[in-house]
């Protein structure tokens, strides 16, 4: 197993944290594939606190260089899919809403419109496994609006691999880890989630259907309001509660 070293504390923690992260992969240490240590054990290994290792993990997933599956733990990427030289600057100051959604519309639409001719039974079941969690995630009061965010979007990688093209799928994520990094700063209260599951339960309905038409419309349709919410916030926005 990787050593992790113990950090001196300083200003720049989660910086720190990043780069000792990157080197591991970087140098070898740590493969594509490999599952890292969970947040708890990070802090054991660093010295650090859970804020500064849930910071570099966050960047380190917004540049590609990690991936976050749920249930299952955070794993390194395979090399080549994101650049492993980050700009920490870029990460701390990325602002680029407009941009990610504009990304969105481009890829989600065509990969709800290739899902609905392509997706399996076992698709079907997936998409309908990820939004009965979301739903569950809503209905429980103490779930965290990290996690919430986090269960909408796995609704969408659902999507991303029911279309069956890999290139438009690992697109996705990279749009997928910048969109969550954005969203942290939205404030995502219960009604805008239930507004959320009911356009994913119209998508799930169009997909199991076989409408591709009707599976982009209703895409397109519901990256447009999601759009106008997080506009609406980025005036004064606020962190999300961890």
């Not at 780069?19 to 594509?32: D, S």
């Amino acid at each position: 197993m990787a050593e992790f070293r113990t950090i001196r504390k300083g200003p720049s923690i989660p910086e720190v944290v990043f780069q000792e992260v990157h080197k591991l992969i970087t140098e070898g240490e740590l493969r594509p594939g490999d599952n890292l240590p969970s947040e708890m054990e990070l802090t054991e290994r660093f010295g650090v606190g859970r804020s500064s290792i849930r910071e570099a993990m966050r960047a380190l997933q917004l540049m590609g260089v990690i991936e976050v599956i749920q249930g299952k733990g955070t794993f390194v990427r395979e090399v080549g899919v994101s650049p492993l030289m980050i700009d920490w600057s870029r990460v701390n100051k990325i602002g680029v809403l407009s941009e990610v959604m504009e990304a969105r519309q481009f890829i989600e639409v065509l990969l709800a419109q290739l899902s609905a001719e392509r997706a399996t039974e076992a698709d079907v079941n997936t998409l309908r496994g990820a939004l009965e969690h979301s739903q569950d995630c809503l209905e429980d009061p103490n779930t965290e609006m990290d996690t919430l965010a986090q269960a909408g979007v796995d609704f969408h990688m659902a999507i991303a691999d029911a279309a069956h093209n890999k290139i438009l799928a690992m697109m996705y994520r990279t749009v997928r880890d910048m969109y969550l990094e954005v969203a942290r700063y939205t404030r995502i209260t219960p009604e805008i989630a239930e507004a959320r599951d009911l356009d994913h339960e119209e998508l799930l309905v169009a997909i199991s259907n076989g409408d591709p038409e009707e599976a982009a419309r209703i895409m397109r349709e519901h990256l447009e309001k999601a759009y106008q919410i997080m506009s609406a916030n980025e005036g004064g926005k606020e962190p999300v509660s961890e």
